[in-house]
């Protein structure tokens, strides 16, 4: 979707008051000589900002205001070298309030609504998004945070909560929970809103039969923002993104190009309005597609697909480019299996093996043979034949975190 001249009017003031200031892209700019952006072709000659620049930036070169007028920084978690501190202007925190205004709003979400916020609250973008989303709109906030199962499913009745926002492993393990403790009709519970996380169709499906609820996909990244700059309509197909506050565009990750829409790649944000941090053509190492046409749901807001992944997930097998959702597309066309899973894809005797863990959820079928019919179905649609083993359900972890399901042992 080519930048609009309103969009580019707005990238070009941040290109000119980043140019002038410390800011990280400010230097970027200056080397590249580039002092204002007028047309698209020098819109795709801006310099793309990396994850790595935003690190050396540690700890506030990407303040791109005077320090008086920053209110508040948040940090992208750190758990692979240097964090990342992202300062907002109270016109930031406002902005991000709005958009996630618009998501709750995008989901029927309304201020008769009880909203049950199970993300992390503090340095975390998650929790207080949710929060200023659903103040802004009026509904009532139950700021849980993250864990303490029994606790969240006592509020859930007690507070008689519509809307969980949480994970999708989150909200499986309390699908679950529910089950097992058989509180069916005292939760009253109507939609999810769901982040952070790629799923597959098959654990969507799980989560809304079993909670018996809409489920509604929530976009964003602590770089540009937080989570709520795009979310799913009650369509169910893709995700509109505020195209008022960013600018998205997808990339070839191995060349850095424009793909067409509809043609999958990762996805590079530029942020229109943002004071405290503006980044500009920030590679997400998300990968999607813009999905072209009109929406049933007549929004304007242009869409994106569901998330395939990290370009940086990308696993290379026997020189196959394998995303661990197209093995989850597969594992969910078995009504046998239950839509946890593992990857674990090692090197031995010269050649790299992957091996898949997945469960029945029944004891009566015979597990050679499902494993056998699963590592077909993967040769026929992959290229190539992996080792299956089927387990028990309830074998393979759960977690209150972002599951980690795909463990590559060639590099440990
Ligand atoms: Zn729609």
Sequence with gaps: MEINDEQLAMVNDQVKRLEKSDNFYGK?????????????????????SQKQDLRDAYPLGLMAVPEEKIVRIHSSSGTTGTPVIIPYTAKDVDDWAEMFKRCYEMAGVTNKDRVQITPGYGLWTAGIGFQAGCERLGAMAVPMGPGNTKKQLQFMQDMKTTVL????????????????????????????????????????????????IEIYDIYGLTEIYGPGIGISCKYECGMH????????????????????DGTWGEIVITTLVKEGAPLIRFRTHDISRIIPGDCACG???????????RSDDMMKIKGVNVFPKQIEEILATFDDLSSEYQ???????????????????T?????????EAVAEKVKARIGFTP?????????????????????????E
């Design 363 to 371: 004891g009566l079928v015979d597990f050679a043979e499902l494993a």
């Design 28 to 48: 970027k700019l200056r080397e590249a000589g580039i002092r204002e952006v007028k047309s698209i072709e020098e819109f795709k000659a801006l310099p793309f």
């Design 299 to 309: 929004s304007r807001y242009p869409r994106i697909d569901t998330i395939m992944g």
């Design 165 to 212: 926002c949480s994970t999708s492993s989150y909200a499986l393990l309390l699908a679950e929970e529910i089950e097992k403790e058989d509180l069916g009709d005292k939760i009253y519970l109507k939609k999810g809103i769901i982040g952070s996380e790629r799923w597959g169709e098959k654990m969507r499906n799980r989560i809304k039969g079993e909670l018996g």
């Design 387 to 411: 080792i299956v083993k089927v387990v028990e359900i309830g074998v393979l972890p759960r977690s209150e975190k972002k599951s980690k399901r795909v463990i590559d042992e060639r590099f």
């Design 241 to 260: 993104y505020w195209d008022d506050y960013i600018y998205l565009e997808i990339i070839n990750p191995e060349t850095g190009e424009n793909v067409p």
């Design 343 to 361: 990857i674990r894809i090692s090197h031995l005797d010269g050649k790299d093996t992957m091996r898949i863990y997945v469960e029945a959820t």
